[in-house]
């Protein structure tokens, strides 16, 4: 099963992808256009960034233009669940965070260049660490994140979720499967069906224990009660010679 990461993708190649389904076209950077530097400025719609677009020499395109969009807080990635998102795999110190950048894109689902995080040194194991986002040169996101990290490499999730070893169903069957089986579903013995274990004396948790009555005397319809005495049910008398039984 395949997990859906929502934010995978190069930032200039979202922001070129918003770009072309706003204004229903196909343009193509460094083709049709190129980008200028983001930069924080307010739009006539609350946008937070704008970022000049500059047409490619020899395109008919008129420009440079500039746009207004709104760049997302890189702490959103910390909101997406977590068989979407994972600790980061970094087991040794000291690193830098650009240093370690692929396992961190790794693990939150991102695509993020060098030139879009701001660097910083660690030099021992923490449970979390700090991405901050060099807003100057981001396309997509501005803020920072503290993310997990872990130093024992973790089983994929998505390998996890895969038919084999979804802990629900083994490689020998599927999920419907054991849960009609006999042997499998946890409540019947593999050889008889639950009903039958329910009606057998000997497993349906009923098993009769013999009762030491001492010498008090008990009445005669305690007696009769008991289940291996009372014959009621089946049409049988209690003994068939009554010298031969006990004498309560």
């Given at each position: 099963?395949?997990?859906?990461?929502?934010?995978?993708?190069?930032s200039?190649?979202?922001?070129?992808?918003?770009?072309?389904?706003?204004?229903?076209?196909?343009?193509?950077?460094?083709?049709?256009?190129?980008?200028?530097?983001?930069?924080?400025?307010?739009?006539?719609?609350?946008?937070?960034?704008?970022?000049?677009?500059?047409p490619?020499?020899g395109?008919?395109?008129?420009?440079?233009?500039?746009?207004?969009?709104?760049?997302?807080?890189?702490?959103?990635v910390?909101?997406?669940?977590?068989?979407?998102?994972?600790p980061?795999?970094?087991?040794?110190?000291?690193?830098?965070?650009?240093?370690?950048?692929?396992e961190?894109?790794?693990?939150l689902?991102?695509?993020?260049?060098?030139?879009e995080?701001?660097?910083?040194?660690?030099?021992?194991h923490?449970?979390?660490?700090?991405?901050?986002?060099?807003?100057?040169?981001s396309?997509?996101?501005?803020?920072?994140?503290?993310?997990?990290?872990?130093?024992?490499?973790?089983?994929?999730?998505?390998?996890?979720?895969?038919?084999?070893?979804d802990?629900f169903?083994?490689?020998?069957?599927?999920?419907?499967?054991?849960?009609?089986?006999?042997?499998?579903?946890?409540?019947?013995?593999?050889w008889?069906?639950?009903?039958?274990?329910i009606?057998?004396?000997?497993?349906?948790?009923?098993?009769?224990?013999p009762?030491?009555y001492?010498?008090?005397?008990?009445?005669?319809?305690?007696v009769?009660?008991?289940?291996?005495?009372?014959?009621?049910d089946?049409?049988?008398?209690v003994c068939?010679?009554?010298?031969?039984?006990?004498?309560?």
């Open positions: 099963m395949s997990i859906v990461k929502p934010y995978k993708g190069l200039r190649n979202r922001l070129t992808a918003l770009i072309n389904e706003v204004n229903g076209k196909g343009r193509v950077e460094n083709v049709d256009f190129t980008y200028g530097l983001p930069r924080a400025e307010l739009g006539p719609n609350g946008e937070n960034t704008a970022v000049t677009l500059t490619v020499p395109t008919s395109y008129e420009g440079p233009q500039d746009i207004h969009y709104t760049r997302l807080p890189i702490s959103v910390g909101e997406l669940p977590y068989n979407v998102i994972e980061a795999f970094l087991p040794t110190v000291p690193f830098s965070i650009k240093n370690v950048l692929p961190i894109n790794r693990a689902g991102l695509d993020l260049t060098p030139d995080v701001v660097d910083r040194q660690y030099n021992a923490q449970s979390t660490y700090i991405l901050t986002i060099n807003e100057s040169r396309l997509a996101w501005v803020g920072s994140i503290e993310f997990q990290a872990t130093t024992v490499r973790l089983t994929p999730l998505d390998e996890l979720l895969s038919t084999e070893r802990g169903v083994p490689e020998i069957g599927v999920l419907s499967e054991l849960i009609v089986s006999n042997e499998l579903d946890g409540f019947d013995p593999k008889l069906r639950l009903d039958e274990a009606t057998n004396p000997s497993l349906d948790g009923f098993t009769f224990k009762i030491d001492g010498t008090v005397d008990i009445p005669l319809t305690s009769v009660l008991n289940v291996y005495l009372d014959a009621l089946v049409g049988e008398s068939a010679d009554e010298f031969a039984c006990d004498v309560y």
